[in-house]
């Protein structure tokens, strides 16, 4: 692991010291502090005014019990978390995620990162996270609902359009959005659209919502690629999961040129040499939510790997879809070796920092998840425009929009890694461009 500057090496202690155990909040709050050193010396007001260690302390935390019924009557206890990490440039806004592995240190992490992908939007939300244990694989609608419904009889007191306005994650789609509005609508008796996104289109959500965090992270790739005067055309490309980011990336590099031959789920990989097979991959995991190796009972020419590593096919362009640190050092070597000459990260923090090193030693195009994967909460903020104006948008105007969004993060990125003298990376571009953002308003707004 690469030494911290000296300025802020006092601050990681603290940090590590406040928040035992939490690892991936640790990793995450080291990735971001590791560009600032210079930033402090640019700006020595931000030092005086304690900028990283107020950024590092969440302005709350909220923990509740969960508990409800599932279809025979037996009564379950989950734990429900809500990090409001950040509001000095708007609401917290940022994803709920029910996952088995959810605990407060992912939901730091999660929260943490999110402070500082929503100011590289330019759009005027703060950053948070949220989240439960509860496992919505094998249950049923019902169960889901029962879960939903007590999950937001806690949290709808913390929420407002004004305050806190979260949006889907892991295991969290369209179908827990609308369990969620629903019981919030029941118990505020109001009509507040903007008050959660990722809402159905009947009903207050946004035209390219779904597909908005793969578009917009295969919108950054393109992006980094022109700039290496490159394309996706012809490229042969992996991606990781087969959710929500997994799906829609597929979709777009599909649409620019590139051909997607492996993705999967947490069980193994498919490889599908002709190209993967997108609308049988939506039926399978949207419409019917089975498990990825079903797959090849439609290709016979496809191969499943269970408990494969997707990282070991050789590709182009790698795209992690699918959850934290699934990259490691060795996945990163070799996916180098291989030829891999750009990754953009859909999910959040996919790459250990073994894994970040080796892709930046190698010089290869490398986009971080805060800024490739930032179009999700983007158009977030865009489903909030038109909630607010009583307004719905075509899905030409929207996807232009995100695609514009896109574009102006890369360039901010790049014209920072420029200016603080490491051309070509990704990671210090976005850490910079989106701190300075947060640290002026912090700065701003006095001792808050
Ligand atoms: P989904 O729940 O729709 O899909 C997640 C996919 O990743 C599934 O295929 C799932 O497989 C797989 N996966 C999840 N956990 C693991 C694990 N521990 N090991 C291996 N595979 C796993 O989630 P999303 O597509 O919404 O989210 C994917 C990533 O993108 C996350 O990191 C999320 O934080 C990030 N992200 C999402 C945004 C959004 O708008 N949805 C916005 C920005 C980032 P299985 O079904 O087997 O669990």
Not at 160 to 185: C, H, L, S
Request: charged share 25%; hydrophobic share 35%; with cysteine.
């Amino acid at each position: 692991m690469t030494k911290l500057d000296e300025k802020v090496e006092p601050m990681f202690q603290e940090v590590l010291k406040r928040n035992p155990g939490e690892t991936e909040f640790h990793q995450a709050v080291r990735e971001v502090i590791e560009s600032l050193g210079p930033v402090l010396v640019k700006h020595p007001e931000f030092g005086h005014h304690k900028i990283i260690e107020r950024i590092c302390e969440p302005e709350r935390q909220i923990i509740f019990r969960v508990p409800w019924q599932d279809d025979k009557g037996e009564v379950h206890i989950n734990r429900g978390f809500r990090v409001e990490f950040n509001s000095a440039l708007g609401p917290y806004k940022g994803g709920l995620r029910f996952h088995p592995s959810v605990y407060l240190g992912i939901v730091k992490f999660l929260g943490f990162e999110q402070i500082f992908k929503n100011a590289l939007t330019g759009m005027p939300i703060g950053g948070g996270k949220g989240g439960s244990d509860f496992d919505p694989k094998g249950k049923s609608d019902d169960e889901v609902m029962r879960f939903c419904q007590s999950f937001m009889t806690e949290l709808y007191r913390h929420l407002g359009e004004y305050t806190d306005v979260p949006a889907g994650d892991i295991g969290v789609g369209g179908r827990e959005i609308g369990y969620m509005f629903g019981q919030y609508k029941r118990i505020t008796n109001r009509y507040e659209s903007g008050v959660l996104t990722g809402k159905g289109l009947d009903w207050g959500g946004s035209l390219v919502r779904p597909e908005a965090t793969g578009y917009g992270a295969t919108f950054f790739v393109n992006e980094m690629l022109k700039a290496r005067k490159d394309s996706f055309d012809g490229k042969i490309c992996s991606v990781s999961g087969s959710g929500n980011v997994a799906i829609y990336t597929i979709e777009k590099i599909t649409e620019l040129g590139g051909k997607v031959v492996s993705c999967s789920d947490s069980n193994g990989y498919i490889y599908h040499e002709a190209g993967i097979d997108l609308d049988l991959v939506k039926q399978l995991k949207e419409v019917e939510r089975r498990r990825i190796k079903d797959y090849t009972n439609y290709h016979k020419d496809a191969k499943y790997v269970a408990g494969g590593n997707i990282w070991q096919i050789p590709c182009q362009v790698a795209m992690p879809s699918a959850t934290q640190n699934e990259i490691n050092g060795k996945d990163a070597a070799l996916l180098v070796k291989n030829g891999c000459i750009a990754v953009g990260e859909g999910a959040n923090m996919p790459t250990t920092p073994e894994g970040v090193k080796v892709f930046l030693d190698a010089k290869i195009a490398y986009g971080p998840g805060k800024a490739a994967n930032a179009g999700g909460v983007a158009t977030s903020a865009l489903e909030m425009q038109q909630n607010a104006s009583r307004d719905a948008w075509s899905f030409e105007f929207t996807e232009k929009k995100l695609e514009d969004i896109m574009v102006n993060i890369h360039r901010l990125c790049y014209e920072t890694a420029e200016e603080y003298g490491e051309p070509g990376n990704y990671v210090v571009g976005a850490n910079i461009a989106g701190f300075i953002k947060v640290a002026k308003a912090m700065v701003a707004m006095g001792l808050i």
